[in-house]
């Protein structure tokens, strides 16, 4: 079987790695930075898939929901479920467990990790319990106090009940995510949510066909919450984040401390931020009525998408920043923090000024007119957006740090104010003055404070965070709202479904190269091109690869390896011609060495003591085998073959190369032809059994040849016949699936596990060469009765 160039390689790189092993230390620091900043990345690209799931259910189920709903039903809905964030507020703070998760990830073999999960879920019952009983209440009370009319207060009791329900069961199942989140895995979360979004849509639809009314809603919400809940259990399993049999601990009063200490700052935090962005519903809903209720719904819904696109990029950072303060990175966490801040700032312009200049015109198109406010109302929102964006960030650091502070209470008073003076302003002032306040709150308390806390965790001047951290979204904001004004006094006179393209096909194109090119650092926007790039590239072989198992299913690839075997020839005679020049002179000169040392993963599995004399066979070994030829102590006796091997005996004369040892002419699936049964201790093959054509067979036979007890070893790149897009010799892959070797033509997988039955036992193994995965299978075949 004759190999690719990439054994040579693998050979090659086995030997650098045991010449660096002293700069070990350093490339795994690397790795592990790469992996933070990968991990990182995903999540944030799966968030915008949720994004885009949530997007896609919100333009869909509200336009279904006001279908088959009056407006005073559909905002009681609204008014519900805005509710039920308050009720939740009974998690005092709880939900910030993820950051104390991320203080004993890193000690899963304790009992510690497992102590505070078990901990949290005593208590999550205890208030799942309350939220049950607290929405009980609020269902019969609420009735009076918001002015709810009388045919609706029995619908308001049991939406009420319904969402604290649900709201109750998800507080048992919330500490998956706890987990995911902890350890970096946002990404798994984001695709089961994904999922549930259109569980809940399917479910809402048939419950509204079947008459259940404004209740479809609460059916349609339930559906997805299982099937998330599910999706999360089932990959914190199956990735191991739980702990092990018998490291569980038991809950405790020290950890029931240490989450509530913890959780009564974020509590405190929460009920201040959930009167300062999540109480506008319910004040709209006393002063100004439900009709309005749901205007304001319909109309912050982009809003709220644009928060959360923004939201997002330093959501997702928050287990990176915080292990890195577990770690004492300072250094490394001012730099990733300062280019958050910049992105995150920029990013709220750039979604402001969207959200300004287009929101009334895709109301208008979305809703076909059934609903409205002054353009007014957005470009406060769009001020807004950016202040809080940037106090989140700045907040952010402080919640992550624990140590809160005096912040534990500035939100709640700032929470306060805001609420005490909509009571006064709003109801002559409407929706506008509320959005006023909002800003005004957010401007004069919670910023100034935040800023401030920065520059005393990090020790810097005002200049450094106020003024130099802002100076791109400055710029951006500069070019931009003046281009987002022209935009909409020109295209005023348009009808809406007009307004909207000018939005959508020529403000929201420039508004976004503008964000690169004057809303970024050059280094920041260099590290995102870079990205972006490696994302492109990553799709492309994705679409690549599925195209080409898709040609491979239906026939329109096929090889023929005979014809392929002159192409072999002619590349060893070009790698190996000068001394291997053009090819690998490192490894040229190691095949040729005679006195190379034999590999140590390979000795390892060779039972030879001093003295012992060693049989080895190396299959598919090319004109110059890769093993080494000497294992001082040991006699060793090493038989190369390949079909090939008459050929490359000429290419070598031709070449004037006598190899140390020479390879013989045997095909890997008729080895016992010429071997006998149990006449090796060791069969070796290095990227070779893939370019064969029938490596199943050549696998059984060569666990015949090794002598009972005896081991045989396969070293290939992954999936190879796929990468290559099945052509010349690659024509079969080879992975590694729940601890099995399967091997695949890209028609048909086959299990080597249940190739070999009990003549062997399988063991797998995977590492990386060359930026590709790499699978190893060591067989190790059955010892005589």
């Known amino acids: 079987m004759p190999p690719a160039c990439g054994r040579a390689r693998e050979a090659a790189t086995l030997n ?45 189920s509200i336009p279904l929901a006001l279908h088959h709903l009056t407006r005073p039903e559909f905002g009681l809905w609204a008014l519900t479920a805005q509710l039920a964030g308050y009720i939740a507020l ?99 979360s984001n695709y089961a949510q994904t999922a549930a979004f259109a569980l809940n849509f399917a479910v809402t639809w048939v419950a509204f066909e079947s008459g259940a009314g404004v209740f479809s809603l609460l059916f349609g919400q339930g559906a997805g919450w299982l099937l998330g809940s599910l999706c999360s259990w089932a990959s914190c399993a199956k990735l191991g984040l739980l702990p092990t049999a018998g490291m569980w601990g038991k809950p405790t009063w020290d950890r029931f401390r240490e989450l509530f200490d913890y959780g009564r700052d974020v509590f405190l935090f929460l009920l201040g931020a959930q009167f300062i962005h999540a109480s506008q519903t319910i004040l709209v809903t ?20 644009g928060q959360q696109i923004v939201f997002r990029v330093f959501d997702y950072a928050t287990p990176a920043l915080a292990e890195m303060i577990v770690r004492g990175e300072i250094e490394r966490l001012r730099h990733r923090f300062r280019s958050l801040v910049m992105l995150s700032a920029s990013l709220a312009v750039a979604a402001g000024v969207l959200f300004a200049a287009c929101n009334q015109s895709f109301v208008e198109v979305w809703l076909k007119g059934k609903a409205g406010w002054p353009v007014t109302n957005d470009a406060l929102l769009a001020l807004w957006l950016v202040l809080t964006v940037i106090t989140r960030c700045h907040v952010g ?89 022209v935009a909409w006094l020109l295209s005023r006179g348009l009808p809406a479904p007009g307004r909207l393209v000018v939005g959508a096909c020529v403000l929201a194109p420039a508004t976004i190269a503008l964000l690169f090119l004057t809303g970024l650092e050059r280094p920041l926007r260099d590290e995102i091109a870079g990205k972006l790039r490696s994302a492109a590239r990553a799709t492309k072989r994705h679409a690549v690869a599925l195209r080409t198992k898709a040609l491979r299913r239906l026939g329109f690839l096929g090889g023929d390896w005979g014809s392929a075997l002159p192409d072999e020839v002619q590349f060893w005679e070009r790698a190996l011609a000068e001394e291997g020049r053009h090819w690998l002179p490192e490894e040229f000169r190691k095949r040729m060495d005679p006195a190379s040392e034999f590999q140590p993963e390979l000795q ?5 003591p001093p003295g012992a004399s060693v049989r080895v066979l190396d299959v598919g070994a090319g004109p110059l085998t890769t093993l080494g030829k000497r294992w001082p102590g040991r006699e060793l006796k090493i038989t190369a073959v390949d079909p090939l091997a008459d050929r ?28 006998q049964g149990g006449e090796f201790d060791l069969a070796y093959s290095s990227n070779a059994l893939d370019h064969s054509y029938d490596p199943v067979a050549a696998i059984r036979q060569m666990i015949e040849v090794v002598k009972p007890g005896g081991h045989v070893y396969l070293w290939h790149f992954a999936n190879e016949g796929l990468a290559e897009g099945y052509t010349g010799l690659h024509q079969w892959n080879f992975d590694v699936r729940g601890g099995d070797l399967l091997v695949s033509d890209g028609r048909r997988s086959v299990s080597l596990a249940a190739e070999v039955g ?5 063991r797998c193994e995977e590492t990386t060469a060359f930026g590709k995965r790499v699978v190893i299978a060591i067989l190790s075949k059955a010892k005589a009765a």
């Open 397 to 485: 650091l402080v919640g992550q740090a624990k140590a809160f502070g005096f912040l534990r209470y500035l939100y709640l008073i700032e929470g306060l104010v805001f609420v005490i003076l909509s009571l006064g302003f709003v109801p002559q002032g409407g929706i506008t003055a509320m959005v006023l306040l909002s800003v005004l709150c957010t401007a004069t308390l919670s910023l100034p404070y935040g800023l401030w806390r920065t520059m005393e965790f990090f020790q810097l001047p005002w200049k450094d965070v106020v003024v130099d951290w802002s100076r791109p979204m400055a710029r951006l904001a500069c070019v931009a709202v003046p281009l987002a004004v």
């Open 286 to 305: 006393r002063l100004l009525g439900l009709d309005a209720a749901a205007v304001w719904a319909v109309c912050t819904r982009t809003f709220a998408l």
């Open 16 to 60: 650098l790695v045991r010449q660096r092993a002293a700069g070990l230390c350093f490339l795994l620091h690397r790795v592990h930075a790469m992996s933070r900043l990968n991990q990182f990345a995903q999540s944030l690209a799966s968030g915008y898939v949720l994004m885009g799931a949530n997007i896609a259910f919100s333009l869909a």
């Open 648 to 675: 490359y005996r000429a290419m070598l004369g031709r070449l004037g190369l006598r190899p140390p040892i020479e390879t013989t002419a045997a095909h890997g699936e008729k080895l016992r032809e010429q071997f």
């Open 758 to 762: 009990g003549a062997a036992t399988l």
């Open 90 to 188: 009974i998690d005092f703070g709880i939900s910030g467990v993820s950051r104390i998760l991320v203080d004993y990830k890193d000690r899963r073999d304790g009992r510690e990790y497992g102590s505070v999960l078990l901990t949290l879920w005593l208590v999550s019952a205890v208030q799942g319990l309350l939220i049950l009983g607290m929405s009980v209440g609020l269902g019969f009370g609420l009735g009076d106090l918001l002015r709810v009319p009388g045919e609706l207060r029995v619908d308001l009791l049991w939406l009420t009940v319904g969402q604290g329900a649900l709201l109750a069961a998800s507080f048992l199942t919330r500490t998956f995510n706890f987990v995911l989140a902890a350890h970096q895995r946002n990404d798994i």
């Open 604 to 608: 390892a599995l060779v039972n030879a």
